[in-house]
Every structure is written in C-alpha cells, then in structure tokens.
C-alpha cells in the first residue's frame, strides 16, 4: 500500500492547505484538496495501487485507488458542491510547461 502523509501548513482564501509527502519527500505543497493532488503526482511518476492517506497526528484519512483518486477533483460554486467531479488539467500551466 502506497502511503501519504499531510501535514496542515496554513489557511487560504478556499480553506485549509496542506503539504503532502510520500516516502518523506514532499510531493503536493499548499494543496486545499491534496490527496487529490498527491494522488496526480505519484500516478504521473508511474504508481499504481491502494494508497493510504494518514492526517497530520498520524491517524488513516482514507484509502483508495490511487488511479482512481487522480481522476478527480472537488467542484464547489455558486450552484453546486462540494462535490467530487473528473479533473482537467489547467490549459494554461499545461500550455506553458
């Protein structure tokens, strides 16, 4: 099982962010969804499988499968959410990189 690790690094105009780490090497920074975010950075880096996510005092989050979980993102808005829908990436960062 693939593990991530979050740790609470402050606040933003959108809620709580959060780093996340794999293997103690951080992999998500300043993330308001980053099991998400960590879920996109590992698939990219070729893991597959069950991923376990532990909270800032240690304690298991959630599982699931870390393909599955990078598919996703959460919509919130004026008329809809918070709610999980599928992700895209942004075409500008995408256009740039």
Not at 34 to 42: E, K, T, V
Request: no cysteine; hydrophobic share 40%.
């Amino acid at each position: 099982m693939i593990e991530i690790h979050l740790k609470h690094v402050g606040y933003g105009s959108r809620g709580p962010l959060y780093d996340a780490f794999h293997a103690g090497m951080p992999i998500a920074g300043r993330a308001v969804t980053p099991i998400l975010a960590a879920a996109r950075f590992l698939v990219s880096q070729g893991l597959k499988g069950e991923a376990a996510v532990f909270g800032p005092n240690g304690t298991l989050r959630a599982t699931g499968d870390l393909e599955g979980l990078a598919k996703l993102t959460v919509v919130e808005n004026d008329r809809v959410g918070p709610r999980f829908g599928k992700f895209q990436p942004n075409r500008r960062f995408a256009e740039e990189g």
